[in-house]
């Protein structure tokens, strides 16, 4: 009877922690596909940055199946943070939001978002407003009057996975742009 229940506890812990899919159809994408070209656009990028020299970009990418010729459009986020657990340890990620999930991204940030820039909330109150896509999360933070915060997250498993700024949140319309850009495109 024990072997059963362990058993069982392994299993579903297995199936929950490693069946879990945090990866987006433009990484499997660039996995599965054996020869590809992939394009970025340095010219139509967004970025934020903290006060400690670190960054988040958001690219547009087209990727090319060479053998099919199949066409697949998407922004790569490129992360570059600083470790809060090893010293001196720089981290570099990237992640993508496909071309999918882009509409909804922008439909959040121009309702949700953009309306709420002024917002001010009491005293002992925070209000956060969160997107989700498959391989990140993109949270606009407000405490008190004026402590605005853009948090951008890393859905992955390791610890160093966070960026966060206080100083530009005036750069989500920026964002907006550049992901209309692409979308229209």
Known sequence: MKKLLLLTFISLFVTTTFGQKNESKVR????????????????????????????????????????????????????????????????????????????????FLEKQV?????????????????????ELSFVYKIRKKNKRTIIINFNSTDRDNTFWTKTQVKKIPELIKVLKTMWNN
Not at 38 to 46: I, N
Not at 83 to 93: A, C, P, T, W
Request: charged share 30%.
């Open 114 to 134: 953009i309306p709420n820039l002024n917002l001010e909330i009491p005293k002992n109150e925070v209000a956060f407003y969160k997107f989700n896509s498959i």
């Open 28 to 107: 499997e994408v660039l996995t599965s596909s054996q020869h590809i070209k992939v394009v970025e656009d340095w010219s139509r990028v967004a970025s934020f940055e903290s006060g400690m020299a670190e960054y988040v970009k958001f690219i547009p990418i087209t990727i090319t199946d060479l053998k099919t010729g199949s066409k697949t459009k998407a922004f790569r986020v490129d992360m570059y943070i600083r470790s809060d657990y090893v010293k001196d340890l720089k981290i570099y990620k990237k992640a993508y939001i496909s071309y999918d999930e882009v509409q909804d991204f922008i439909n």
